[in-house]
């Protein structure tokens, strides 16, 4: 079975720029000793769930183009037939990393939709840098995603019918965002239905909100889930709720076309977080899925949006 992760991030220096403005919001807004709890809170939530699946420790954040050689390492190591890099220090950063390590190493525009010039950013990362998708972190967007301002940017991504992974629910670890104007992946409604040459792919099975991203996907075929991360959420989720249960409700509703494998992968010494991978594929064995629909999951959708990409 040929494997693509849908979803890695280079584990590059300092937070994620969209981050950086949530948090200087906060600092302005209540101080920086407060910041810091919030921040030791995070750490140990973080150092918890490590245990739980017997991570080690992350290691030192790296420059784009180390942390590019080595998940191109891991690509041949685990037999990956492409690993797609959704965030990497920049645009322009990400795409001098991966230069040499093309076709293996895909990587994804990740800019605020919000920050001026958006769409013809995303312009320049698809025809200049030849970037097969865009990344975003819906919460993290401080208006409707459907308002007018931002149609010259899904047109853009409608254009080049690029998959847009946007990521909806909890966000950031424990201590991290559970609010916000588009927190809920209903929020996405009216853009899958105004441009439906874009594939939306929604990652962790909706991050807390399955039965919402469920009832989207009902409502617009273009939406996708992919099943990435630790999917620590469901702990939190109210009710009986696990990973099998997940992938038994989205395959027997939407089915094998429209779930994509990722890990969430992002730093060493762990780099690919290969039990992800092993858990999942046991889980769906689990549920007798045919091979040719673990070959869907586990590589074939995402080969499909890849290829689907108009870079002209």
Same mark, same amino acid.
């Given at each position: 079975?040929?494997?693509?992760?849908?979803?890695?991030?280079l584990?590059?220096?300092?937070?994620?720029?969209?981050?950086?403005?949530?948090?200087r919001?906060?600092?302005?807004?209540?101080?920086?000793?407060?910041?810091a709890?919030?921040?030791?809170?995070s750490?140990?939530?973080?150092?918890?769930?490590?245990?739980?699946?017997?991570?080690?420790?992350?290691?030192?954040?790296?420059?784009?183009g180390?942390?590019?050689s080595?998940?191109?390492d891991?690509?041949?190591?685990?037999?990956?037939?492409?690993?797609?890099?959704v965030?990497g220090?920049?645009?322009e950063?990400?795409?001098?990393?991966?230069a040499?390590?093309?076709?293996?190493?895909?990587?994804?525009?990740?800019?605020?939709?919000q920050?001026?010039?958006?769409p013809?950013?995303?312009?320049?990362?698809?025809t200049e840098y030849?970037?097969?998708?865009?990344?975003?972190?819906?919460?993290?967007?401080?208006m409707?995603?459907?308002d007018?301002? +931002?149609?010259p940017l899904?047109?853009?991504?409608? @254009?080049?019918?690029? #998959?847009?992974?946007?990521?909806?629910? =909890?966000? &950031? *670890?424990?201590?991290?965002?559970a609010?916000?104007t588009?927190i809920?992946?209903?929020?996405?409604?009216?853009?899958?239905?105004?441009?439906?040459?874009?594939?939306?792919?929604?990652?962790?099975?909706?991050?807390?909100?399955?039965?919402?991203?469920?009832?989207?996907c009902?409502?617009?075929?273009?939406v996708?889930v992919?099943?990435?991360g630790?999917?620590?959420w469901?702990r939190w989720?109210p009710?009986?709720?696990?990973?099998e249960?997940?992938?038994?409700?989205f395959?027997?509703t939407?089915g094998?076309?429209?779930?994509i494998f990722?890990?969430?992968?992002?730093?060493?010494?762990r780099?690919?977080a290969?039990?992800? +991978?092993?858990?999942?594929?046991?889980?769906?064995? @689990?549920?007798?899925? #045919?091979e040719?629909?673990?070959?869907? =999951?586990? &590589? *074939?959708?995402?080969?499909?949006?890849?290829?689907?990409?108009?870079?002209?």
């Open positions: 079975m040929k494997i693509i992760d849908f979803h890695v991030h584990p590059v220096e300092g937070f994620d720029p969209q981050f950086v403005a949530y948090r919001r906060y600092q302005k807004e209540y101080g920086a000793e407060k910041l709890v919030i921040d030791n809170w750490r140990e939530y973080d150092r918890q769930w490590r245990r739980s699946w017997n991570f080690p420790d992350p290691g030192p954040p790296l420059p784009p180390e942390g590019a080595l998940w191109f891991e690509a041949r190591k685990h037999r990956l037939e492409q690993v797609v890099l965030t220090g920049g645009n950063a990400l795409a001098e990393a991966i040499p390590y093309r076709p293996r190493l895909v990587g994804f525009a990740h800019h605020h939709p920050e001026k010039g958006a013809a950013s995303l312009e320049k990362a698809v030849g970037f097969k998708g865009y990344k975003i972190f819906a919460p993290l967007v401080e409707p995603l459907g007018p301002s +931002l149609r899904w047109a853009a991504a409608e @254009r080049h019918r690029l #998959p847009v992974l946007i990521h909806f629910g =909890i966000l &950031g *670890g424990g201590g991290g965002i609010s916000g588009n809920n992946p209903l929020s996405l409604e009216p853009v899958a239905k105004g441009y439906p040459g874009i594939s939306f792919v929604v990652p962790h099975f909706g991050c807390g909100y399955p039965r919402e991203l469920l009832q989207l009902w409502s617009a075929a273009n996708y992919d099943t990435s630790n999917n620590e469901i989720h009710g009986p709720l696990t990973l249960e997940l992938f038994r409700r395959y027997e939407i094998p076309e429209r779930i990722g890990s969430d992968s992002s730093w060493f010494p780099g690919f290969r039990a992800y +991978l092993e858990t999942q594929l046991e889980l769906c064995r @689990r549920l007798q899925m #045919p040719g629909d673990l070959e869907l =999951i586990f &590589g *074939g959708n995402a080969r499909r949006l890849l290829e689907g990409v108009r870079h002209a």
